[in-house]
């Protein structure tokens, strides 16, 4: 059912954080490849396939690009390049918890003050959100911090602030009932230009229950608008 509302969306590009190598999300990936996102590139460990991994299913070529410093574990990030008109270059995260995630974030903030030329987006899972906006709890001064505050600084920007300046909007539920907006999809400048619309969509229900844990983020661009202005 995942498959199925991910191709009723007609994306041209699909980013699924907490993909495996085990058959339910290999079936997802055949699916998406049946919806002509033919272009398919994924993080999974073959000795270990039912580890926390990602997916990039795209209707454009793409090919994994290597950038220094990139976070670790590399299984828990993926960039690449889609050779769209102009081409656009894609971070897919999944923030580990633990002390990991601190490591994560510093060499992500890194990753994009050195990114590639072009339009960029990082896009996924960061496990975090601001308190007072995005969260009920004082503990994401951090997240701030070490991520938001250098990302902002190297101009990169929140695709979704940028459409929704005060919306409360959770992509994530506790078993609290608590909602957090952990799902991010970060534009460096030359991208921002291109942002018609980021929503958050918890997709049909199936028999009452949500699809996914984690409300999907749909991005729209325009592609042209970028070109138009180069």
Same mark, same amino acid.
């Given at each position: 059912?995942?498959?199925?509302?991910?191709? $009723?969306?007609? %994306? &041209?590009?699909?980013? +699924?954080?907490?993909?495996?190598? *085990?058959? #339910?999300?290999?079936? @997802?990936?055949?699916?998406?490849?049946?919806?002509?996102?033919?272009?398919?590139?994924?993080?999974?460990?073959?000795?270990?396939?039912?580890?926390?991994?990602?997916?990039?299913?795209?209707?454009?070529?793409?090919?994994?690009?290597?950038?220094?410093? $990139?976070?670790? %574990? &590399?299984?828990?990030? +993926?960039?690449?390049?889609?050779? *769209?008109? #102009?081409?656009?270059? @894609?971070?897919?995260?999944?923030?580990?918890?633990?002390?990991?995630?601190?490591?994560?974030?510093?060499?992500?903030?890194?990753?994009?003050?050195?990114?590639?030329?072009?339009?960029?987006?990082?896009?996924?899972?960061?496990?975090?959100?601001?308190?007072?906006?995005?969260? &009920?709890?004082?503990?994401?001064?951090?997240?701030?911090?070490?991520?938001?505050?250098?990302?902002?600084?190297?101009?990169?920007?929140?695709?979704?602030?940028?459409?929704?300046?005060?919306?409360?909007?959770?992509?994530?539920?506790?078993?609290?009932?608590?909602?957090?907006?952990?799902?991010?999809?970060?534009?460096?400048?030359?991208?921002?230009?291109?942002?018609?619309?980021?929503?958050?969509?918890?997709?049909?229900?199936?028999?009452?229950?949500?699809?996914?844990?984690?409300?999907?983020?749909?991005?729209?661009?325009?592609?042209?608008?970028?070109?138009?202005?180069?």
């Amino acid at each position: 059912m995942i498959a199925k509302q991910l191709s $009723a969306w007609h %994306p &041209d590009i699909v980013a +699924l954080a907490e993909f495996r190598g *085990a058959q #339910p999300s290999q079936s @997802i990936a055949q699916r998406l490849h049946d919806a002509e996102l033919v272009h398919q590139l994924s993080t999974v460990n073959k000795e270990e396939p039912t580890w926390n991994s990602l997916l990039l299913a795209s209707r454009y070529e793409i090919k994994k690009v290597q950038i220094e410093g $990139a976070p670790k %574990p &590399d299984y828990l990030w +993926l960039l690449a390049k889609a050779e *769209a008109e #102009p081409a656009l270059h @894609i971070g897919v995260i999944l923030a580990p918890l633990g002390n990991q995630w601190y490591d994560y974030l510093d060499a992500l903030a890194n990753v994009a003050k050195g990114w590639p030329k072009g339009p960029g987006v990082i896009i996924g899972d960061t496990n975090c959100a601001l308190t007072g906006l995005d969260e &009920d709890t004082a503990d994401s001064a951090d997240f701030k911090d070490r991520f938001v505050a250098p990302l902002a600084n190297a101009g990169w920007r929140d695709a979704f602030r940028a459409i929704h300046p005060q919306e409360n909007a959770p992509s994530w539920y506790s078993s609290y009932g608590n909602g957090f907006r952990l799902d991010h999809a970060y534009m460096n400048v030359a991208l921002q230009r291109c942002l018609t619309s980021c929503t958050h969509d918890w997709g049909r229900k199936l028999e009452g229950k949500k699809l996914s844990d984690h409300a999907a983020i749909l991005l729209d661009l325009d592609f042209g608008a970028a070109a138009r202005s180069t």
